[in-house]
T-cell receptor
Framework: GQNIDQPTEMTATEGAIVQINCTYQTSGFNGLFWYQQHAGEAPTFLSY????GLEEKGRFSSFLSRSKGYSYLLLKELQMKDSASYLCAVSRNRDDKIIFGKGTRLHILP | EAGVAQSPRYKIIEKRQSVAFWCNPI?????LYWYQQILGQGPKLLIQFQNNGVVDDSQLPKDRFSAERLKGVDSTLKIQPAKLEDSAVYLCASSLDFRGLNTEAFFGQGTRLTVV
């Protein structure tokens, strides 16, 4: 089966850095996605990690450790518009099934 | 490039009624997903198509939910009869490749269903 865990809510201050962790257990792991979802909107793609290590994309970075079943999303120089839910999702290699965690609601304070 | 199109955006029905949602994926995308997202939770996969074949429907409540993907393009998701707990946003997503190659999923705006 699959199990994906991430914190339910986090709060951070504008201009700061925040790290959102995700742990997973799944059979046939292929890669790990991070999606951003603003309230009332569809999820939008942020990153996809297949190999171990850190991938940086502007203010956002994503890290993966396959051996530990662990990933994190790092957001730097936080802006108010970063207030959203951040969804960790696992892709399975035998059928491309994408399974989502419950999401982490990030609140940014001025 | 046009995104994933879904309709309707909103739907309110009474319990025991039926409802259908429509999805047009991005042109050329072989894989199509239907997700159910209850308020405050992550999307839950209901069914996954590869072209017009079902890859996974293990979490689809088949006594009341059905889905099809005619000709491997558009898809419809139907609920009959609806229950109060079906109130959720129904998201359609599509991705280009299969078998683990570039499987980023693009989402439509969703259909917000309220069952009263």
């Amino acid at each position: 089966g699959q199990n994906i865990d991430q914190p339910t809510e986090m709060t951070a201050t504008e201009g700061a850095i925040v790290q959102i962790n995700c742990t997973y257990q799944t059979s046939g792991f292929n890669g790990l996605f991070w999606y951003q979802q603003h309230a009332g909107e569809a999820p939008t793609f942020l990153s996809y990690n297949v190999l171990d290590g850190l991938e940086e994309k502007g203010r956002f970075s994503s890290f993966l450790s396959r051996s530990k079943g662990y990933s994190y999303l790092l957001l730097k120089e936080l802006q108010m518009k970063d207030s959203a839910s951040y969804l960790c999702a696992v892709s399975r290699n035998r059928d491309d099934k994408i399974i989502f965690g419950k999401g982490t609601r990030l609140h940014i304070l001025p | 490039e046009a995104g994933v199109a879904q309709s309707p955006r909103y739907k309110i029905i009474e319990k025991r009624q039926s409802v259908a949602f429509w999805c047009n994926p991005i042109s050329g995308h072989a894989t199509l997903y239907w997700y159910q997202q209850i308020l405050g939770q992550g999307p839950k996969l209901l069914i996954q198509f590869q072209n017009n074949g079902v890859v996974d429907d293990s979490q689809l409540p088949k006594d009341r939910f059905s889905a099809e993907r005619l000709k491997g393009v558009d898809s419809t998701l139907k609920i009959q009869p609806a229950k109060l707990e079906d109130s959720a946003v129904y998201l359609c997503a599509s991705s280009l490749d299969f078998r683990g190659l570039n499987t980023e999923a693009f989402f439509g705006q969703g259909t917000r269903l309220t069952v009263v």
